[in-house]
């Protein structure tokens, strides 16, 4: 069943895949983002449980370390070229019941998943420009891509990131980052 429960949704909206299992390793919903991260993992289109179930396999064979779903335990799969893929997984059950279901988490670290521009615009009172400039800074842009992207002046752009930074109550990109990635969560 694809994303019924709040938690997974949560998790796609910070950028990371999610799937929910029962005790025995059966499926038993997930998020549209754990389709997409695995089936590009494995090279193929995922529209099944099944496919998706046998593409969390191959995925979790790819790992040097055993991954245990019945305990929280996580792992890291190396991708040549590419960022890695982390895999953690998180009991939601009692402890030491054999049967308890668990989230695992799929986090494709070459996804960068910044908050809505809405977001940003409400918490922090950012105009439509400063919010598309946030949105560049967490995708790692420095200043001089930002202007070149924009087609405006390096002065313009710093003049608005000190005003991001106002704003934000910052003080570097770093700090701002940090702060615009932890209301990701927000809808």
Known sequence: MLLDDPLLRILGRIGCGAISVDGAGHIIEWNML???I????IGTVISTEIE??????ELMN???????????????????GKKSIALYSIPTGKYKDEYVNAVIVILDMERTKGP?????????????????????????????????????????????????????????????????????ILP
């Open 34 to 36: 754990s389709q997409i």
């Open 116 to 184: 809505k521009l809405e977001v940003l615009q409400k918490t922090f009172n950012l105009t439509l420009t400063e919010a598309k400039i946030s949105l560049l800074i967490i995708e790692g842009k420095t200043p001089n891509e930002i202007a070149s992207l924009r087609n405006i002046s390096l002065w313009t752009i710093r003049t608005q990131l000190a005003s991001i930074y106002n704003k934000t109550k910052t003080r570097r990109q770093a700090e701002l980052v940090s702060l615009l990635l932890k209301v990701s």
């Open 38 to 41: 695995i089936g590009e993992f």
């Open 62 to 80: 790819n790992s040097n370390h055993r991954f245990r779903i019945e305990s929280e335990s996580w792992v890291v799969i190396p991708r040549k």
């Open 52 to 57: 998706l179930r046998d593409g969390l396999k």
